[in-house]
C-alpha cells in the first residue's frame, strides 16, 4: 500500500474533504494491481506508437483512398478471423504480443528503407500485414486486461490504459523526421525486450476450453443487438460533408490540439460512467447523446462543433461498452471480442453507405428518421435487458457475512467472521472452536453426500436458506464456505481467486494437515484482506 509522507498536511488543505469525497466514488474497487498498470500502459503506449506509425506509412504511400481502405479493411479482417482461430490456443499472450511486435517493427524498417516511387504492391503487402498483426496485437492485449480485471473495475482500468496510450499522439508531430521514425521502431523493439525477459517461462491467461453452446448467450446476443443497432444509427447520423467543410474552417493545428485531450476526458469520463452508473444506464446514456447530436447537427456552424465532438465522444462510449460487455458476459472473450468488433464495425460502415447513398439521390432526411425509428427500437430492447453490474453487485462488502476454509477431509484451517473485528482461527483458545470445527464438519459432509446422491464429480455450488447463502467452491484439496446475504458474481470470482492463491501458498501443507502447526495457517489473514476487502485505486485507502 501506498503511504503518502505528507499525508497529514495534504488532509489540513480546504480541498481535501472534497477531492477524498470525489477519489472515494471514483477510485473504490479497483483491485488491478500497480505492476499490472505500469506493464500495460507501456503496452498500451507501445500500440500507439505502432498505430501512428501505421498513419504515416499509409499516407506516405502511393495508394488512392478506395484501394487505401480496402487494404485496411482486408487487414483488420484477416487479423480478426486469425485471432478468432488461434485466440483460445494461446499459452502465453504477452509472448505472442512481442512476436507479433517484432514483426510490426521489421515491416516499418522495410518500408522506410524503400525508395520513394517503387511499386504499389510492395506498399500493400506491408500495409496489410502490418495492420492485420496489429489487430491480433490489439485483441490479444484486450483479452488479457478482460483476464486480469473484475466486473467492478473493467470500465475505469481499460479507459486509464486507453487513455495512456493517447498520450503518444503528440509524436505524430516529430515523426516527419526519418531520424525520429528509427527511433519509434526501436522503441517498440525495446519494448518487445522487456516483454520477452518477464514472459518468456510464464505460461499465463489460459482461457477455457472453448464450445460453440457456452460461445452464444441470450444475454451476449442481446447486447450485440443493441451495439449494432447503435453503431448502424451512429453511421446513418453522420454528415461527411458538413463535417469534412467544419474540418476545413477550423485554423491549422486546432484539431491536433483538441482531438487528444476530447479523447482523454470522454475515456476517462465513460470509464466512471460504466463502472459507476451501469452497463444498461451507460448504453441509455449514449442513445441520449445521439438524439442530441441530431438536435445541433441542424443549428450553425458552432453547433455542427459541438455535435462533432458528440458525436466523437460517442464512439469511445460505444468503444468502452464493447470492452465492458465482452469481458462482463462472455466466457470465452478471446473468441467474442473480434466477433464483435467485425459486426459493430460493419454495422457503421452500412449505416454510412446507407447516409452516402441517400444523400447522392437528393433524400438527406431519410437517414435521419430510419435512425430516430432506430433509437426507439434500441431503447425497447435495451429496457429488456438486464445490466451485467447491478447496485447489489457494486455493494458486495455489505453482503458478506463469514467464511470457512476446510480441507477436504472436514478439518477446519481458517475462519473469519466479517461482521467482527477479531479474525478467529482453529487453534486460539477461544470458547467456540469447537463450533467452528461442528460447522466445517457438517459443511464437508454436506456437499459429499449431495455429491453423491446427485452423481456428480462437482460439489454443490449453495446452499440456500432464506435471508442467508453458502457459497461453495472447491479446489484441489480444500473447499472454502461463503456466507452471505446475496449470492453474486463478484463474489464468485473472489472466492475463485483465493482458493487458486490458498493452494499455492499453502501448497506443501495441504497434502497432509494433520500433523501441520495451524499457524501456519495465519497468513489466510492476509489472503482474505487481499480479497475480501475493499480495494481503491492504487492503493491509497487512506485517502478514502
Same mark, same amino acid.
Not at 61 to 70: A, D, K, L, V, Y
Not at 112 to 136: N, R
Not at 252 to 276: E, Q, Y
Not at 388 to 406: G, R
Given at each position: 500500500?501506498?503511504?503518502?509522507?505528507?499525508?497529514?498536511?495534504?488532509?489540513?488543505?480546504?480541498?481535501?474533504?472534497?477531492?477524498?469525497?470525489?477519489?472515494?466514488?471514483?477510485?473504490?474497487?479497483?483491485?488491478?494491481?500497480?505492476?499490472?498498470?505500469?506493464?500495460?500502459?507501456?503496452?498500451?503506449?507501445?500500440?500507439?506508437?505502432?498505430?501512428?506509425?501505421?498513419?504515416?506509412?499509409?499516407?506516405?504511400?502511393?495508394?488512392?483512398?478506395?484501394?487505401?481502405?480496402?487494404?485496411?479493411?482486408?487487414?483488420?479482417?484477416?487479423?480478426?478471423?486469425?485471432?478468432?482461430?488461434?485466440?483460445?490456443?494461446?499459452?502465453?499472450?504477452?509472448?505472442?504480443?512481442?512476436?507479433?511486435?517484432?514483426?510490426?517493427?521489421?515491416? *516499418? =524498417? /522495410? &518500408? !522506410?528503407? +524503400?525508395?520513394?516511387?517503387?511499386?504499389? @504492391? #510492395? %506498399?500493400? *503487402? =506491408? /500495409? &496489410? !500485414?502490418? +495492420?492485420?498483426?496489429?489487430?491480433?496485437? @490489439? #485483441? %490479444?492485449?484486450?483479452? /488479457?486486461?478482460?483476464?486480469?480485471?473484475?466486473?467492478?473495475?473493467?470500465?475505469?482500468?481499460?479507459?486509464? /490504459?486507453?487513455?495512456?496510450?493517447?498520450?503518444?499522439?503528440?509524436?505524430?508531430?516529430?515523426?516527419?523526421?526519418?531520424?525520429?521514425?528509427?527511433?519509434?521502431?526501436?522503441?517498440?523493439?525495446?519494448?518487445?525486450?522487456?516483454?520477452?525477459?518477464?514472459?518468456?517461462?510464464?505460461?499465463?491467461?489460459?482461457?477455457?476450453?472453448?464450445?460453440?453452446?457456452?460461445?452464444?448467450?441470450?444475454?451476449?446476443?442481446?447486447?450485440?443487438?443493441?451495439?449494432?443497432?447503435?453503431?448502424?444509427?451512429?453511421?446513418?447520423?453522420?454528415?461527411?460533408?458538413?463535417?469534412?467543410?467544419?474540418?476545413?474552417?477550423?485554423?491549422?493545428?486546432?484539431?491536433?490540439?483538441?482531438?487528444?485531450?476530447?479523447?482523454?476526458?470522454?475515456?476517462?469520463?465513460?470509464?466512471?460512467?460504466?463502472?459507476?452508473?451501469?452497463?444498461?444506464?451507460?448504453?441509455?446514456?449514449?442513445?441520449?447523446?445521439?438524439?442530441?447530436?441530431?438536435?445541433?447537427?441542424?443549428?450553425?456552424?458552432?453547433?455542427?462543433?459541438?455535435?462533432?465532438?458528440?458525436?466523437?465522444?460517442?464512439?469511445?462510449?460505444?468503444?468502452?461498452?464493447?470492452?465492458?460487455?465482452?469481458?462482463?458476459?462472455?466466457?470465452?472473450?478471446?473468441?467474442?471480442?473480434?466477433?464483435?468488433?467485425?459486426?459493430?464495425?460493419?454495422?457503421?460502415?452500412?449505416?454510412?453507405?446507407?447516409?452516402?447513398?441517400?444523400?447522392?439521390?437528393?433524400?438527406?432526411?431519410?437517414?435521419?428518421?430510419?435512425?430516430?425509428?432506430?433509437?426507439?427500437?434500441?431503447?425497447?430492447?435495451?429496457?429488456?435487458?438486464?445490466?451485467?453490474?447491478?447496485?447489489?453487485?457494486?455493494?458486495?462488502?455489505?453482503?458478506?457475512?463469514?467464511?470457512?476454509?476446510?480441507?477436504?477431509?472436514?478439518?477446519?484451517?481458517?475462519?473469519?467472521?466479517?461482521?467482527?473485528?477479531?479474525?478467529?482461527?482453529?487453534?486460539?483458545?477461544?470458547?467456540?472452536?469447537?463450533?467452528?470445527?461442528?460447522?466445517?464438519?457438517?459443511?464437508?459432509?454436506?456437499?459429499?453426500?449431495?455429491?453423491?446422491?446427485?452423481?456428480?464429480?462437482?460439489?454443490?455450488?449453495?446452499?440456500?436458506?432464506?435471508?442467508?447463502?453458502?457459497?461453495?467452491?472447491?479446489?484441489?484439496?480444500?473447499?472454502?464456505?461463503?456466507?452471505?446475504?446475496?449470492?453474486?458474481?463478484?463474489?464468485?470470482?473472489?472466492?475463485?481467486?483465493?482458493?487458486?492463491?490458498?493452494?499455492?501458498?499453502?501448497?506443501?501443507?495441504?497434502?497432509?494437515?494433520?500433523?501441520?502447526?495451524?499457524?501456519?495457517?495465519?497468513?489466510?489473514?492476509?489472503?482474505?484482506?487481499?480479497?475480501?476487502?475493499?480495494?481503491?485505486?492504487?492503493?491509497?485507502?487512506?485517502?478514502?
Amino acid at each position: 500500500m501506498i503511504v503518502l509522507p505528507s499525508l497529514k498536511i495534504i488532509r489540513k488543505l480546504p480541498f481535501f474533504p472534497a477531492f477524498a469525497r470525489i477519489y472515494k466514488v471514483i477510485g473504490k474497487n479497483v483491485e488491478f494491481p500497480r505492476k499490472l498498470w505500469a506493464e500495460s500502459i507501456f503496452t498500451a503506449w507501445s500500440y500507439a506508437v505502432t498505430v501512428l506509425l501505421l498513419v504515416k506509412v499509409i499516407l506516405d504511400s502511393n495508394m488512392g483512398i478506395i484501394s487505401t481502405i480496402e487494404v485496411i479493411a482486408s487487414g483488420i479482417l484477416c487479423g480478426s478471423l486469425v485471432s478468432f482461430v488461434i485466440s483460445e490456443r494461446i499459452k502465453r499472450r504477452y509472448l505472442l504480443i512481442a512476436l507479433l511486435t517484432i514483426g510490426d517493427a521489421l515491416g *516499418f =524498417l /522495410i &518500408f !522506410l528503407s +524503400i525508395p520513394v516511387g517503387s511499386s504499389g @504492391l #510492395i %506498399d500493400i *503487402f =506491408l /500495409i &496489410f !500485414l502490418i +495492420i492485420a498483426m496489429s489487430t491480433i496485437i @490489439l #485483441i %490479444d492485449f484486450l483479452v /488479457i486486461l478482460f483476464q486480469t480485471t473484475g466486473i467492478l473495475e473493467r470500465g475505469r482500468v481499460i479507459s486509464g /490504459i486507453f487513455i495512456s496510450g493517447v498520450f503518444a499522439v503528440p509524436l505524430y508531430a516529430l515523426i516527419g523526421s526519418s531520424f525520429f521514425q528509427y527511433f519509434l521502431v526501436f522503441f517498440l523493439i525495446l519494448y518487445v525486450g522487456v516483454v520477452l525477459s518477464k514472459h518468456m517461462h510464464n505460461e499465463l491467461y489460459l482461457s477455457p476450453k472453448a464450445t460453440l453452446k457456452g460461445f452464444f448467450t441470450m444475454k451476449l446476443i442481446k447486447y450485440w443487438t443493441i451495439l449494432c443497432g447503435i453503431g448502424f444509427i451512429e453511421g446513418l447520423f453522420i454528415n461527411s460533408t458538413a463535417v469534412l467543410g467544419l474540418v476545413n474552417e477550423l485554423p491549422p493545428g486546432f484539431l491536433f490540439l483538441v482531438f487528444p485531450v476530447l479523447l482523454v476526458v470522454s475515456f476517462f469520463v465513460a470509464g466512471i460512467v460504466f463502472d459507476i452508473y451501469g452497463r444498461r444506464r451507460s448504453i441509455s446514456l449514449i442513445v441520449f447523446l445521439l438524439g442530441t447530436y441530431v438536435l445541433l447537427s441542424y443549428f450553425s456552424s458552432s453547433g455542427m462543433l459541438v455535435a462533432v465532438g458528440l458525436y466523437f465522444a460517442v464512439l469511445v462510449l460505444i468503444i468502452v461498452a464493447i470492452l465492458t460487455i465482452i469481458g462482463d458476459t462472455s466466457i470465452y472473450p478471446a473468441r467474442a471480442m473480434p466477433v464483435t468488433l467485425l459486426l459493430v464495425a460493419t454495422s457503421l460502415g452500412i449505416g454510412i453507405y446507407l447516409r452516402i447513398v441517400f444523400e447522392s439521390l437528393g433524400s438527406p432526411d431519410i437517414p435521419l428518421y430510419l435512425g430516430n425509428f432506430g433509437l426507439i427500437l434500441v431503447s425497447m430492447v435495451l429496457i429488456n435487458t438486464a445490466d451485467t453490474l447491478s447496485a447489489q453487485e457494486k455493494a458486495w462488502d455489505k453482503s458478506l457475512i463469514a467464511i470457512y476454509v476446510m480441507h477436504t477431509s472436514g478439518m477446519l484451517l481458517y475462519h473469519k467472521d466479517f461482521r467482527d473485528v477479531e479474525i478467529k482461527v482453529p487453534h486460539e483458545e477461544t470458547g467456540d472452536d469447537g463450533q467452528h470445527d461442528l460447522i466445517s464438519s457438517g459443511l464437508v459432509g454436506i456437499t459429499q453426500m449431495l455429491q453423491e446422491i446427485l452423481k456428480g464429480k462437482q460439489i454443490a455450488r449453495a446452499i440456500d436458506h432464506y435471508s442467508k447463502k453458502i457459497l461453495l467452491e472447491a479446489g484441489k484439496n480444500i473447499i472454502v464456505a461463503l456466507i452471505v446475504h446475496i449470492d453474486l458474481r463478484v463474489l464468485r470470482d473472489k472466492l475463485k481467486r483465493f482458493i487458486q492463491e490458498f493452494e499455492i501458498e499453502f501448497f506443501d501443507e495441504l497434502d497432509d494437515p494433520k500433523g501441520v502447526d495451524m499457524q501456519r495457517f495465519d497468513k489466510t489473514a492476509d489472503l482474505i484482506k487481499k480479497y475480501f476487502d475493499v480495494k481503491y485505486l492504487m492503493g491509497l485507502s487512506d485517502i478514502a
